[in-house]
């Protein structure tokens, strides 16, 4: 599913998005991803 992200200031900025997008483990810049669901 291709996916288009535009409005970064830099090529660099863009850059560093598509490697944390891709490896989400090994990235500092995204939260973990939450296993357990909230119900209100």
Request: proline residues 5%.
């Given at each position: 599913m291709p996916v288009?992200?535009?409005?970064?200031?830099?090529?660099?900025?863009a850059l560093q998005f598509e490697w944390?997008?891709?490896?989400?483990?090994?990235?500092?810049?995204l939260p973990p991803p939450t296993t357990v669901a909230t119900t209100s």
């Open positions: 288009l992200v535009v409005g970064f200031m830099s090529q660099v900025g944390a997008w891709q490896h989400p483990t090994l990235s500092t810049h």
